[in-house]
């Protein structure tokens, strides 16, 4: 009897054993399936997210618009290359790979955050040119009403960046572009008249106004990004100044946050890209415009600029060494480009105000 009792309980513990043995064995092989599917996720997010991180290569402007107005059976009529360029540079933002990004709430777009300082920064110059086509290309003079196309796309274009639905950007900017086709279709029919496209210095002029205030901040901003010592002199104290006495000037240290600087950098190149298709479009379209004043040179000379800015990078990052150091500093080989290019805006407006 209590041998047989013996076996009993050591069958028990045989099987009590086996059962255990199985559920670390499975546990075992869950977890380790858990581990690599894991693991593959993250890898695919990161080879996606890397693609999703190319630039979008330059275009060919003019030949796009011509291409562009044989498909659609317009005609190539004065301002028809700036509006159909701006479509262009603003569909990219949606169309491009991995589409727009800056919305995203799941990776990997949600840990991609240097195209998605591109996409703005090519927003911002998508919003001037869009406003300076309503407040003055679009208007013969300041007591001409405003085009119903371009006060709506406006709007459009200025919705937030970050938003993600109710409604999603993307849907704005859609109905931007489709208000801006909408003038072009318009625009190019010589049976409507509603529709104008008016090529002066002095628009133009208002125009390069904001790319001049724009190109001159990110300069800036880039500067910074070793620390820049800035003096501010109070307004106030040179009222009650002694003859020969020197105002107090004070100084200020502004250096950009180290987890900033790459994206003011893929900022500055997102508005060097959508800027040097503009001013290729601009060149064509306001040619008379350039020719008399002799300002043609001054607009390639900015396109130049802003076309080296896009130079591809070839550090897996953005690197901050400091000026005269072991290691590059992108940033400031960017605020070089940048701030020769707004030294060329400014010679252009100079020539543009002339007589």
Do not use: C
Not at 20 to 42: D, K, M, Q
Not at 211 to 235: C, I, P
Not at 251 to 264: F, G, S
Request: net charge negative.
């Amino acid at each position: 009897m209590l041998d047989w009792k013996n076996r009993a309980s050591s069958a028990r513990e045989r099987t009590a054993d086996g059962v255990e043995g199985a559920r670390s064995y499975f546990g075992g092989l869950w977890s380790r399936a858990l581990g690599v599917l894991i693991g593959l996720y993250l890898l695919a997010t990161l080879v996606v997210g890397w693609y999703w991180s190319q630039e979008p290569d330059l275009f060919p402007v003019v030949q796009h618009s011509k291409v562009a107005a044989e498909q659609a059976q317009r005609q190539l009529v004065t301002g028809y290359l700036t509006v159909e360029t701006l479509k262009e540079v603003a569909s990219t933002l949606l169309d491009k790979s991995g589409g727009y990004l800056s919305n995203d709430l799941a990776p990997p777009g949600l840990w991609l955050d240097n195209m998605p300082s591109w996409e703005y920064g090519v927003l911002v110059q998508v919003r001037d040119l869009t406003r300076a086509l309503r407040k003055d290309f679009a208007r013969s003079q300041s007591q001409s009403t405003e085009d119903a196309d371009l006060a709506k796309a406006e709007p459009r274009f200025n919705f937030d960046y970050k938003s993600w639905a109710l409604p999603a950007s993307e849907s704005e900017y859609r109905e931007g572009v489709r208000s801006l086709d909408r003038f072009l279709v318009r625009l190019s029919d010589p049976a409507q008249h509603n529709a104008q496209f008016y090529s002066r210095a002095d628009n133009l002029n208002n125009w390069l106004g904001d790319v001049a205030t724009r190109l001159g901040s990110l300069s800036q901003r880039l500067s910074a990004s070793v620390g820049r010592v800035r003096l501010d002199t109070d307004v106030n104290s040179g009222t009650n100044l002694a003859p020969g006495e020197v105002p107090q000037v004070s100084e200020q240290r502004v250096a950009t946050p180290w987890l900033q600087i790459d994206n003011v950098f893929y900022e500055a190149r997102g508005q060097a890209w959508a800027l040097s298709h503009i001013l290729r479009a601009i060149e064509v379209d306001f040619a008379d415009v350039l020719a008399k004043k002799n300002a043609t040179v001054s607009v390639r000379q900015i396109i130049r600029e802003l076309e080296a800015a896009q130079e591809p990078l070839w550090s897996p990052m953005v690197l901050n060494g400091s000026g005269y150091g072991l290691l590059a500093n992108h940033s400031l080989v960017m605020a070089n480009y940048i701030s020769r290019a707004n030294a060329a805006v400014i010679d252009l407006r100079q020539l543009l105000s002339q007589g």
